[in-house]
């Protein structure tokens, strides 16, 4: 009986070993499965955890220090390692995508002038044209959708004129001058805004308007069907006229802004070109954008410089009229302030939009074939990526701001001879646009037939690297 008890005692000792062992192996087992359903990155960072603590713990400042400076990249934690790619990228933010762009708005620029030089030559000339051909034959003949289209330039251009003409530009030139800067620069982005969106909507008229002349070009002779034509045609006639003398005045009082910017004493020039600049990247930049959009984006650019350019000559204007002293370098050094923050802000614009959507400067040559194609008029695959440009508006305030010009200069006789003299200086300027036109006519011609055979004869575009 004695001897009992220690095997009893024994038995239960084994018992909790046996429990013991069965409690590590369902240990273990947990472990493993924990393991398992672990990542690799995960056990990785706990290692390197571990091992910052224990470093931390074991060494000193000092020792942690300068084993930092002794190993690797010192800004190993905050920089990747780059590759060719990037490399790439970098290069063509800064030297190969600025230049491109700047090619692309320039050829834009020329083909908006272009367009402009011929609603002030070529339109006059067909309309005189047809006015003397249907006064020789003495009987009224249908016109063509493209004659239609002409004379409703002429009705446009007009009454923009007209209307322009009852506006005291110096009375509200002195309303905007006596505004503080701050309120200047918020009136001149206001106005570019509005700007765009009638540039946009005008052309979508325009559109219209030539839609309702070829139909009344081309439609029958059955009473309601041409009385139908007809009604459209004067419709959209006189929303044509109504939208361009909206956009005229815009444009108009955008230029006054700008003039009465750059004769401030209290130096509202840098202000507005510094606020309405970055205002375009904060607006422009941090965006995503596929390549359509980028490409209707650089068509609107060079109608922006081209519309600055009105901008600029309305100055001039205003400048001969009024100004006394010497004042053609101070003219000089505000265009070209002008001028070189456009194009400063638009190469950074582009640049850095290309490169946030992953745009390579080849995309920038794809649109300046494109442009070229149109130049030739050539058909294109899709015709929204033609350049769509209004000159109505522009070419009102242009005539309104010279024309006082001209009549400062008249020479000071009767009214037989001031006639002459109008004739004359009208002539002289026609004959001096109409060269300009063909110049610039020409040699668009010339470049874009050189571009567009380049690029087919290469089987890629030009400047490819």
Known sequence: MPSAKPLRQRSVNSGDSFGDSAVTAVDGGCETGAVTSETVEQLELKRLLTDDSI???????????LEKVGNGNSLWNTTTLGDEKGRERVYDTIFRLPWRCELLIDVGFFVCFNSFLSLL??????????????????????????????????????????????IDISFIYHIIRGQATIKLYVIYN????????????????LQMLFYSAEELGRCPSETRSM?????????????????????????LAQAITLSACIVAHYNALPALLVSNNFSEIKSYVFKGYKKDNIHSMVYFDSIERFHISTFILFVLAQNILEAEGPWFQSFLINMFSVYLCEVAIDVIKHSFIAKFNNITPIAYSEFLEALCKQTLHMQTEDVKKDLKFVPLAPACVVIRVVAPVYAANLPFSPLSWKLFWIMLF?????????????????????HATWYVNRCQRRKHHLHID
């Open 190 to 205: 206001v106005l570019e805004v509005f700007d765009k969106l009638c540039q946009i909507f005008n052309g979508d008229v």
């Open 227 to 251: 009385r139908l034509c007809i009604w459209r045609f004067i419709s959209d006639q006189i929303l044509a006229v109504v939208t361009t003398i909206v956009h005229s005045f815009i444009l």
């Open 55 to 65: 470093v931390t713990v074991k060494k000193s400042p000092v020792a942690y220090f």
């Open 121 to 166: 030559t070529v339109m006059p000339t067909r309309v005189v044209m047809i006015v003397w051909k249907l006064l020789k034959t003495r009987k009224f003949k249908r016109l063509s959708p493209v004659e239609l289209s002409d004379f409703g330039y002429f009705i446009i251009m007009a009454c923009g004129i007209t209307v322009l003409q009852q």
């Open 426 to 446: 009208s002539a002289t300027t026609y004959i001096l646009l109409t060269s300009l036109k063909i110049l610039i006519g020409l040699l668009l011609k010339k």
